[in-house]
């Protein structure tokens, strides 16, 4: 079945410090990745997606390459702020699961500190 | 924008009781995901309605049925409460051809 799999957390950095989130996945055929970040008690909201190989999703800094040939979407970002403190989840979804419904990886916690 | 509605936003229920969480997606999407997010972890598939009709199944327990209405909203009964419902209940919802999934913020149930 489909999988995803995140670098464990908490990750602890210093402001304008750069972001690596590693993330892998398994599933059969050509799923679509996300990457959705969830903030202290609120909801989850979509970072930034890819929905085929090679291509890059960016929003706010963040930007995320889809490689198919190491099942890879890794987020980065070049200088983090105290702001982007919050659980990232990476997320694939895929047409032969019926309803393009998520699977999520275990999530990272982001700590930016001053 | 509208985003995705939830009602309520927080739930407090006693063991064996039930209860009914209600979602509104964005204006013209078709499609309701329900999932749930237990304490420190991943949010889970529970079920999914495409054009009011179910869609697909995840681990979502017999306890609870869920149903999509003809506005589009849909509403999650969970009956037979177990104090291992406590979680994060999320709405998400998705229009025609698009990947994306917007999410709602969540409804805290939990059973005492």
């Known amino acids: 079945g489909n999988s995803v799999t995140q670098m464990e957390g908490p990750v602890t950095l210093s402001e304008e410090a750069f972001l690596t989130i590693n993330c892998t996945y398994t599933?059969?055929?050509?799923?679509?990745l996300f990457w959705y970040v969830q903030y202290p008690g609120e909801g989850l909201q979509l970072l930034l997606k890819?929905?085929?190989?090679?291509d890059k999703g960016s929003n706010k800094g963040f930007e995320a390459t889809y490689r198919k040939e190491t099942t890879s979407f890794h987020l980065e970002k070049g200088s983090v702020q105290v702001s982007d403190s919050a659980v990232y989840f990476c997320?694939?979804?895929?047409?032969?699961?019926?309803?393009?419904?998520?699977?999520f990886g275990k999530g990272t916690k982001l700590s930016v500190i001053p | 924008a509208a985003g995705v509605i939830q009602s309520p936003r927080h739930l407090i229920k006693e063991k064996r009781e039930t209860a009914t969480l209600k979602c509104y997606p964005i204006?013209?999407?078709?499609?309701v995901y329900w999932y749930q997010q237990g304490p420190g972890q991943d949010p889970q598939f529970l079920i999914s309605?495409?054009?009011?009709?179910?869609?697909d199944k995840g681990s979502i327990p017999d306890r609870f049925s869920a149903q999509q209405f003809s506005d589009y909203h849909s509403e999650l009964n969970m009956s037979s409460l177990e104090l291992g419902d406590s979680a994060l209940y999320f709405c998400?919802?998705?229009?025609?051809?698009?990947?994306?999934?917007?999410f709602g913020p969540g409804t805290r149930l939990t059973v005492t």
């Open positions: 998400a919802s998705r229009g025609g051809r698009s990947y994306e999934q917007y």
């Open positions: 599933a059969t055929g050509y799923p679509s």
């Open positions: 890819a929905t085929k190989a090679d």
């Open positions: 997320a694939l979804s895929h047409s032969g699961a019926g309803s393009y419904q998520l699977t």
């Open positions: 204006p013209r999407h078709d499609t």
């Open positions: 309605f495409y054009e009011k009709m179910q869609s």
